[in-house]
Structure formats: structure tokens, C-alpha cells
């Protein structure tokens, strides 16, 4: 197979997950990508949290109230609007929060064990991602809850818990 042959397969995924068909369907699906993708490098690179904010949600990012985004933070460019962020979250620099998973070029992965994985991502109020914490498709992060410098949640983290490490692992409750 061609690179070109792998661009058209993952096309074909996402038109279909969005239901788009025939050729306005495609341009649909670019002129989608590009918006998201312009709204997306301009809150990467803001430094003002309230912009970053504002251009995540046009983008289709659910984001509650009193939030703060630090510059930096990457949210899926593909599923923005599976991405939802209650109330009084802070999410640290250099953050990357993915609701979906796939192996774009090797078909045998592809299509045996790793197909497309589209999962919603969910933020509770009060939570605190930790810089460079790395969020993957699924995930829920509870109330109140922490994620440590440089975490990978590949599991839910319960409310009032701060969760650390390569994977991330619950190492203490917090008391109310």
C-alpha cells in the first residue's frame, strides 16, 4: 500500500464518523479541519487563558465556567467536540488530552487489534491536570480530582484522588 492509499482509508473512517458522503462531503470534512485546525494554533499559542478558552470552544470544546487553560495545551484536533470540561478546571502547559486512538498506516494493527477508538474525555469540576499530563481517549477524571507533572491517564481517576505516573496510578485520596 501507498501513503495515498492510507490517507484515503482514514478519510473514508472519518467521513463516515461525521456522515459526510461524495465530493462537498470531503470539502466539508477539509474546510472543517482547517477551521479547527486555525482556531486550535491560535489558543496553543495565546497567552491569555480567557482567548485560549474562547478558541477551544469554537472548536467545539465543552468548557464550564472559571476554568483556567495554560498556553500550550493540545486538544484533539479530530473530536474537539468529544472533549468536555466542567467548572473550575486548571489544565498546566504543555497538556494533551486525545478522545480517539488509531494506527494510521499498518492495516495488520489496523485491522486485527487497533482499529479507530473514539471515546468522550471527561474533566469534573475542580480538577487539576499537572503540566504535561498526557489525558488519552475515554478517560474520566473525577471531582476535585489531580493529575502529577508529566502523568499518562490511560484509566479513569476517581473523585478526590491525586493520580501520578507512566501509567497514572491513584497514590493518595484527598480529604474533604
Not at 462537498?24 to 474546510?31: A, D, E, M, P
Not at 474562547?54 to 486538544?75: A, D, E, L, T, W
Request: with cysteine; net charge positive.
Amino acid at each position: 500500500m501507498t501513503s495515498e492509499d492510507y490517507f484515503k482509508i482514514n478519510e473514508n473512517e472519518l467521513m463516515e464518523y461525521f456522515d459526510y458522503s461524495g465530493f462537498s462531503g470531503k470539502l466539508k470534512l477539509r474546510f472543517k479541519f482547517v477551521k479547527t485546525w486555525v482556531l486550535h494554533s491560535m489558543a496553543y499559542s495565546s497567552p491569555l487563558p480567557n482567548w485560549i478558552i474562547s478558541f477551544q470552544r469554537m472548536r467545539g470544546v465543552k468548557i464550564g465556567k472559571n476554568c483556567h487553560f495554560s498556553p500550550y495545551v493540545q486538544i484533539d484536533l479530530l473530536y474537539p467536540d468529544q472533549i468536555t470540561i466542567e467548572n473550575n478546571v486548571s489544565i498546566g502547559t504543555n497538556c494533551i488530552i486525545f478522545a480517539h486512538a488509531n494506527m494510521p498506516t499498518n492495516m495488520k494493527l489496523k485491522n486485527n487489534a487497533y482499529p479507530r477508538k473514539i471515546k468522550p474525555v471527561h474533566i469534573k469540576s475542580g480538577a487539576i491536570i499537572g503540566p504535561g499530563t498526557i489525558i488519552t481517549a475515554g478517560v474520566t477524571i473525577g471531582k476535585n480530582a489531580l493529575t502529577a507533572v508529566g502523568s499518562v491517564v490511560t484509566q479513569d481517576v476517581p473523585d478526590s484522588c491525586v493520580a501520578a505516573g507512566n501509567p497514572a496510578r491513584v497514590i493518595k485520596k484527598i480529604d474533604e
